[in-house]
């Protein structure tokens, strides 16, 4: 018996073969259907024999009651019960062993009473009753008898043994003598009360199971003088119920084999071997997932199963299924490529774009006015967050850093659009932050179809005295951290997001820093960090670890920060480009 397992949570799983179920199935079909056909078949064919010998029983005890001399029946009879009487009160005596004994004695009584005056009498039934029993084939007792039924005692008048004059007849179990009382079993009452019924006796004897059946005799007057009674020994019919059982079990068990033989095969033809065939299909369709699944399908059209039933119309689905899985794998290879081909062209805007920003630190190494860093982290191939830093002239360096709407390919073009018009502004308009992102929100509303806007944060310093001004449109809040202090957040004042509206107005910020202070500038893809519990760094997460080491230089401050942020994303995909500009200001 074929068998697989398999693991399914933690469970071992056996997969017996749908052919040995079906065997199994019918031969215990098979089992079942034979053993019923043998006990039905035995049970009716038993039945019949049975009453076979019980109507000929009958027929038997009908022609001696026919034939039977009345006046000798009317004799014994009458002899019989005259001695009977005399005992029939001590028939119900106080034990068992009394009415024994009292039976006993009234057979001892009977004997003498067979060779007495009625002798003649007795004679001339027994030779009729012989006759009779040598004309049947079967073995025959015969008997005639009386009934009491006030106390339900049958007494036996004459019994016929197979030889008249025999000396041993009173030796025998199965002869009862004249006046023989035998107290009367139910089934034996009611042969002997009714005797228009079917019912028949089978019981066992000291020569074995016999059928017992019982006819009333009359006199000429319609009296019931009587009843002759008729065993007939069952040894041989149970001989020929034996030898029937056993060849009705043989042609019975062959022909249930052999039907059992020819169910297996048809069930095996139609249902196994079509089942077996749509297995290895699927094995050979599994074997070739995901490396031929592209090219034409073959394995279940090629099965051919024609049955005609459920099993080729599942055959018809599952080569359906074959071939659209094939067209799909067809159309995911193409989708794959396209991907593989979108990753690359990214993958390379991703170097355009940071090949954009400044990537060279220190930036300015002939200039010891100040020191800064600036690194941008985006949250996929390509972000809408930019950083930059540029001398307007000697004595004026701009810092900007700028938040575009959304993320992917669309929000780094804009960021690129955003960068060159500030940096353009810049250099035409001068030191005027107001002017520069004024212009540029003019420029970005004409050519935003898209309809996306940008938070700036502009500003710029006189490096001689520490004057920084800068316009905060819709960006985060600096950091700022004062020579021997710690980082604190600046509250300034906030305009609109750059190409949200045509005519915003920008106002202007100013800070004075000196010699040793130190300007945070970042995006909200550091505040708005995540961690798997959805939690947000926060503002207070960021200062803290900018005050993790207040001497720190501006590339240790944006370093420690990103990786303060990696930590406590911890492998969470990043909720937004991260983008951070650290500036130090030494003094002129």
């Known amino acids: 018996m074929e068998s697989r397992s398999i693991f399914e949570k933690g469970k071992t799983v056996i997969f017996k073969s749908l052919g040995s179920k079906i065997f199994v199935l019918t031969v215990v079909f098979g089992l079942i259907v034979g053993t019923s056909a043998i006990t039905i078949g035995y049970g009716m064919y038993s039945r019949s024999v049975d009453l076979f010998y019980a109507d000929k029983a009958m027929r038997t005890a009908e022609t001696v009651a026919t034939l039977i001399d009345k006046d000798d029946a009317v004799v014994t009879r009458n002899d019989v019960l005259s001695l009977y009487n005399e005992y029939a009160d001590r028939l119900v005596g106080p034990d068992e062993e009394s009415i024994h004994d009292t039976i006993m004695e009234l057979r001892e009584k009977g004997k003498s009473l067979l060779y007495g005056e009625h002798r003649e009498n007795f004679r001339n039934i027994e030779k009729m009753i012989h006759k009779i029993m040598d004309s049947t084939e079967a073995d025959d007792y015969i008997y005639y008898m009386t009934y009491d039924d006030d106390r339900d005692w049958m007494i036996f008048i004459i019994d016929v043994v197979d030889e008249i004059d025999s000396e041993n007849m009173y030796s ?162 193409a989708m794959t490529t396209e991907k593989e081909r979108v990753k690359a062209e990214l993958s390379v805007a991703n170097q355009i774009q940071s090949s954009m920003l400044p ?19 985006p949250a996929r191939e390509v972000g809408g967050d930019l950083y930059d830093h540029f001398l307007i002239d000697d004595d004026h360096l701009a810092l900007v850093i700028a938040d575009v709407s959304g993320k992917g390919i669309s929000a780094a073009l804009f960021m690129v659009m955003t960068k060159q018009l500030l940096k353009s502004r810049a250099l035409i308009d001068g030191a005027d932050p107001v002017k520069i992102v004024t212009d540029v929100n003019s420029l970005l509303m004409e050519e935003n179809k898209a309809h996306l806007f940008v938070t700036v944060f502009l500003g710029i310093l006189t490096i001689s005295d520490g004057c920084f001004v800068y316009v905060n449109a819709g960006h985060e ?50 505040t708005e960090a995540r961690d798997k519990d959805d939690k947000m760094l926060g503002k207070e997460g960021m200062l803290s670890a900018l005050n993790e080491d207040p001497g720190a230089d501006p590339r240790d401050i944006v370093r420690r920060m990103k990786n303060r942020v990696n930590e406590f994303e911890s492998g969470v995909e990043p909720f937004d480009d991260c983008t951070m500009l650290c500036f130090k200001y030494n003094g002129s």
Request: include cysteine; charged fraction near 25%; charge should be negative.
């Open 477 to 526: 809040y600096p950091a700022i951290r004062k020579k021997d202090g710690e980082f604190t957040v600046e509250k300034d004042i906030h305009c609109a997001p750059v190409a949200v509206r045509k005519n915003t107005v920008f106002k202007p910020n100013k800070l004075v820093l000196e010699p040793g202070d130190t300007l945070y500038l970042y995006t909200d893809g550091i």
């Open 359 to 377: 990537s060279t630190f220190p930036a300015y190494p002939d200039r010891n006015e100040f020191d800064l860093y600036a690194e941008m982290v």
């Open 172 to 333: 025998n179990e199965d002869f009862f003598p004249p006046c023989t009382a035998w107290k009367v079993e139910d089934d034996i009452k009611e042969l002997l009360t009714d005797p228009t019924k079917e019912a028949y006796t089978v019981y066992s004897t000291g020569s074995g199971m016999v059928v017992s059946k019982a006819c009333p005799v009359y006199d000429e007057n319609g009296e019931n003088i009587g009843y002759i009674g008729v065993d007939i020994m069952l040894k041989d019919v149970l001989t020929t119920k034996r030898t029937f059982l056993l060849r009705y079990c043989l042609a019975i068990g062959s022909i249930v084999i052999i039907l059992s033989l020819v169910l297996l095969l048809i069930l095996s033809r139609s249902i196994v071997r079509p089942i077996e065939r749509l297995e290895d299909g699927c094995q050979q369709f599994i074997n070739r997932l995901g490396t031929e699944l592209t090219e034409a399908p073959h394995y279940f059209a090629d099965l051919k199963l024609h049955t005609g039933d459920e099993i080729e119309k599942l055959w018809m689905m599952l080569g359906d299924l074959e071939i659209n899985v094939a067209i799909s794998m067809r159309r995911i290879k």
